[in-house]
């Protein structure tokens, strides 16, 4: 199976503020025959089910916010939010569907 | 408007059998896989395994293999997850999803609400 990692665990943002998660996998997620990297990141607020934020690594879902963006490819990818807001607390998941499905371990976001 | 609505919450006992209906409306189901994921109390999501609607055709995960079955009844637009052999590592919350099968396989774009299942003697 392809593991993968997030880092970091938790972090504390002001409001306003960037936050930076980063995942990794332990084998490649891109298509070359496609051009295409499987890999999603989702949002959980506590007590719901996650949201897809963004998908193929980079792709925005409809009505998701344009602070929120992906990159990366092959096996090292970066969630970014651009000034985080209140509503941006909980916990962000990267997926990969390259082969089968993984998630990370998840990283917590809290506001400072 | 799509939707997945799932059963209800469940206790039961350990070395029982647990079925989650997840119920589909709003788009056409035979397009779509549906997955089901877990969430154990505190804990991140862990891949179970997959249905297409469209031939019944399921891939599981190898460590819920030989005691997980999904199953689809395409009349009513229902999926169904049976857990057996349960033990209380399983008490968790279990959700279905959908991903797009033009695309092979891809992201899960709904989710249902959950159903929380607890094993406990």
């Known amino acids: 199976d392809i593991v993968m990692t997030q880092s970091p665990d938790s972090l504390a943002v002001s409001l306003g503020e960037r936050a930076t998660i980063n995942c990794k996998s332990s084998?490649?997620?891109?298509?070359?025959?496609?051009?295409?990297?499987?890999l999603a990141w989702y949002h959980q607020r506590p007590g719901q089910p996650p949201e897809l934020l963004i998908s193929?690594?980079?792709t925005r879902e409809s009505g998701v916010p344009d602070r929120f963006s992906g990159s990366g490819s092959g096996t090292d990818f970066i969630l970014t939010i651009n000034s985080v807001q209140a509503e941006d607390v909980g916990v962000y998941y990267c997926?990969?569907?390259?082969?089968?499905?993984?998630f990370g371990q998840g990283t917590k976001v809290e506001i400072k | 408007q799509v939707q997945l609505v799932q059963s209800g919450a469940e206790v039961k006992k350990p070395g029982a059998s647990v079925k989650v209906s997840c119920k589909a409306s709003?788009?056409?189901?035979?397009?779509?896989?549906m997955h089901w994921v877990r969430q154990a109390p505190g804990q991140g999501l862990e891949w179970m395994g997959v249905?297409?609607?469209?031939?019944?055709?399921?891939s599981y995960s190898q460590k819920f293999q030989g005691r997980v079955t999904v199953t689809r009844d395409t009349s009513t637009g229902t999926v169904y997850m049976e857990l057996s052999s349960l033990r209380s590592e399983d008490t968790a919350v279990y959700y279905c999803?959908?991903?797009?099968?033009?695309?092979?396989?891809?992201?899960?774009?709904?989710w249902g609400q959950g159903t929380l299942i607890t094993v406990s003697s």
């Open positions: 084998h490649s997620v891109f298509y070359s025959s496609n051009n295409k990297n499987y």
């Open positions: 249905i297409n609607p469209s031939g019944g055709g399921t």
């Open positions: 193929w690594a980079s």
């Open positions: 997926q990969q569907y390259y082969s089968t499905y993984t």
């Open positions: 999803a959908r991903s797009d099968l033009s695309s092979g396989w891809s992201s899960f774009d709904y």
């Open positions: 709003g788009y056409t189901f035979t397009s779509y896989h």
